[in-house]
């Protein structure tokens, strides 16, 4: 066949800029910019693994984010970008093959959009500011982006300018953000975003917080969060590791599970609810959490295997997976959850199991031996997730099993109504009798326990 003409394929800036920043929060894209800061600090202090027992020092680096009505920036000492890597890497919306940032060092970041993606999302006029030590000469510059601009552009020239600047104070990598978006407008005034973004950057950067990073949020320290787990006295928390290979590459893997805090009595609604948030499945790639208290299938739960319950609460699982391959770990582009095709999370999800099922386990005998229970849960130390005993699987207290009198329920209800139940539940492929079972302990725990 002839060629008669072309199709036009050109991309829109506009739209590309709104799909690219659609499907994030605000809160994760300053979590982006806040690993491109923890990745130009490590890289700068050798690529070390960060475990929970080692890693790099961080105790110099310090990164400042600060945010009002009008602005927002981020700032550290960590190094900073140098030229040839904003010329050739770091401002291209996506990885390129040649990118030699994308092997041989661990990092958080691997999509290479997380920069342009966070920024746009905040704010249309952006100044990126380095400066950096090359061949024991100072360097800077100042990369201006603006947006309304850029997008009105034509042509197939993406490109943004480099300027030279004045050199900063420490070397590192300053990004200051005006013409804020409606969106980050909104969130800086609301009087919950601050805290909730402090105790999310605890949380998800305990690894690297313990290992002496400073985060400050509008000038206020976070601290890391303190995870713990019951030691002694029967108690004897999973800690293991082992390493994936993925061809020639290796994926070292970190797994803990236990107790994190004892289950709470029926009558105790509101500490049920707030133990509850914190208890599930975590998984960590390079130090950074990107799923938290997961009490869904993208950990263990439902499908093959028992669905969470309130039961359960008290459990702790954490899994770390390292690699200087990015690319080879469980990472969606958001960070905030995992890639369930990965190889290495499908080859570690048999061994999440394997602690789960002891801790469902003892929830079900303890219910009719809970003296015996409380009195080695007393006796048990909170111990940091950082000094924990190695161990090759959890062990827990013996409990005895007292034989409760039981019953069955039938009756017939409309098979449409029961369907309706299940998606009620959030679960459309649930069977009659677990949908029956759950409208059982909904009533219950609604009409008796409370």
């Not at 980050?184 to 105790?199: G, K, N, T, V």
């Not at 999800?349 to 789960?356: D, G, Q, S, Y």
Request: charged letters at 25%; one cysteine or more; proline letters at 4%.
């Amino acid at each position: 066949m002839v060629e008669i003409s072309k199709a036009d394929a050109t991309a829109s800036r506009a739209f590309f800029v709104r799909m690219l920043t659609r499907d994030i929060s605000l809160e994760d894209c300053i979590l982006d910019l806040l690993d491109n800061s923890v990745d130009s600090a490590w890289k700068n202090l050798g690529a070390k693994r960060l475990s929970l027992t080692s890693g790099p020092d961080f105790s110099k680096v310090s990164i400042d984010i600060d945010f009002d009505v009008d602005s927002f920036s981020i700032r550290d000492n960590g190094g900073g970008m140098t030229l040839v890597s904003a010329e050739k890497y770091a401002f291209t919306f996506g990885r390129k093959d040649e990118d030699p940032e994308d092997t041989g060092e661990f990092s958080i970041g691997v999509y290479g959009i997380g920069l342009k993606r966070a920024v746009f999302k905040i704010g249309t006029n952006i100044w990126v500011h380095s400066t950096y030590t090359q061949s024991g000469k100072r360097n800077s510059f100042v990369v201006p982006i603006d947006v309304n601009s850029w997008v009105k552009q034509k042509g197939n020239n993406w490109d943004f300018p480099i300027e030279s600047s004045g050199h900063m104070d420490n070397d590192g990598l300053s990004i200051e953000v005006t013409g804020l978006t409606d969106l980050a407008r909104a969130s800086f005034q609301d009087p919950e975003f601050e805290p909730r973004l402090r105790a999310t950057v605890a949380r998800d950067y305990a690894l690297h917080l313990h290992r002496g990073l400073k985060v400050k949020v509008n000038g206020v320290p976070v601290m890391g969060e303190k995870f713990t787990l019951f030691e002694g006295a029967a108690f004897k928390p999973l800690n293991t590791s082992y390493e994936e290979k993925i061809g020639k590459e290796i994926v070292h893997v970190e797994i803990i599970s236990g107790l994190a805090f004892p289950p709470p009595e029926d009558n105790e609604p509101n500490d049920r609810g707030e133990r509850e948030s914190k208890s599930g499945w975590y998984v960590a790639c390079n130090g950074r959490i990107v799923m938290a208290a997961d009490k869904s299938v993208l950990s263990v739960w439902g499908d093959d295997f028992p669905a969470w319950h309130p039961q359960y609460t008290g459990f702790f699982g954490l899994i770390i997976f390292t690699s200087d391959r990015t690319d080879l770990l469980p990472l969606t582009t958001t960070k905030r959850s995992v890639d369930l095709s990965s190889v290495v999370y499908r080859r570690a999800r048999p061994k999440m199991k394997e602690p789960t099922r002891s801790w469902i386990n003892y929830t079900n005998v303890r219910k009719t031996d809970q003296g015996t229970a409380k009195l080695a849960e007393q006796e048990a130390k909170q111990t940091s997730i950082f000094s924990l005993t190695r161990s090759g699987s959890v062990s827990l207290p013996v409990l005895t099993r007292t034989r409760v009198k039981d019953t069955s329920i039938q009756f017939r209800m409309l098979t449409v109504r029961v369907k309706s139940l299940a998606k009620g539940f959030g679960d459309v492929t649930l069977s009659n009798s677990e949908v029956g079972r759950k409208a059982f302990e909904y009533a219950y725990e609604d009409l008796v326990e409370e």
